[in-house]
């Protein structure tokens, strides 16, 4: 009788062991995805001041669905900042501020545009801004940028920058 019970409980043990254990799996997977996204910054005639501010959501990653899909993290693999439709002439002065926050930017002087009219940023100060970026959108669903400068364009311009940012999202389905 007393080997009887200890199957019993043994078996019921196992399966209550196993079945709970199964509850507890999680389908968590890295994803590839971008986050490309750019802005048309129109400069003053008079004084070559310039001004702009763009909201970034989590929906604008490229390869992600939020309806679908959980983010449970999300990993900066590679950024950098393309400037164009500038002149050799053009000179231009930026920062970059996220959701108004002084202390959290990117500046660059004395900008000027190659044969081809662009200027390419991709140092590891820039990184980090965009590291930031990235974690605001993880952290709240979207962040403001404001680019902000000015510059010796007369015409008006505009500037182009385009943001490109290759990224890993930790998903859960």
């Known amino acids: 009788m007393n080997f009887y019970k ?25 994803k590839a995805a971008t986050l490309d996204f750019s802005a048309v910054v129109p400069v003053a005639r008079q004084d070559g001041y310039f001004e702009q501010t763009i909201r970034i959501r989590n ?28 002149t050799r002439l053009d000179r231009i002065s ?10 959290v930017f990117y ?18 100060v820039y990184y980090s801004l965009m590291t930031e ?14 680019i902000v400068g000015n510059s010796n364009i007369s015409d008006g311009g505009p500037i182009e920058f385009n943001f490109s940012n290759n990224i890993d999202i930790l998903i859960r389905d």
Do not use: A, H
């Open 107 to 124: 500046e660059q002087n004395g900008v000027s545009g190659d044969i081809q009219g662009e200027f390419i940023i991709n140092n590891d």
């Open 6 to 30: 200890l199957t019993l409980i043994t078996l019921f043990s196992l399966v209550i062991g196993f079945s709970f254990s199964s509850c507890d799996k999680r389908n968590d997977y890295w």
């Open 59 to 86: 929906v604008d990653i490229q390869g992600y669905s939020p309806s679908r899909e959980d983010m449970i993290d999300i990993r900066n693999i590679d950024s950098w900042l393309l400037l164009s439709n500038l």
């Open 133 to 146: 970026v990235m974690n605001r959108i993880r952290y709240k669903g979207y962040v403001d940028i404001t």
């Open 94 to 103: 930026f920062r970059i501020v996220l959701d108004g926050d002084t202390r």
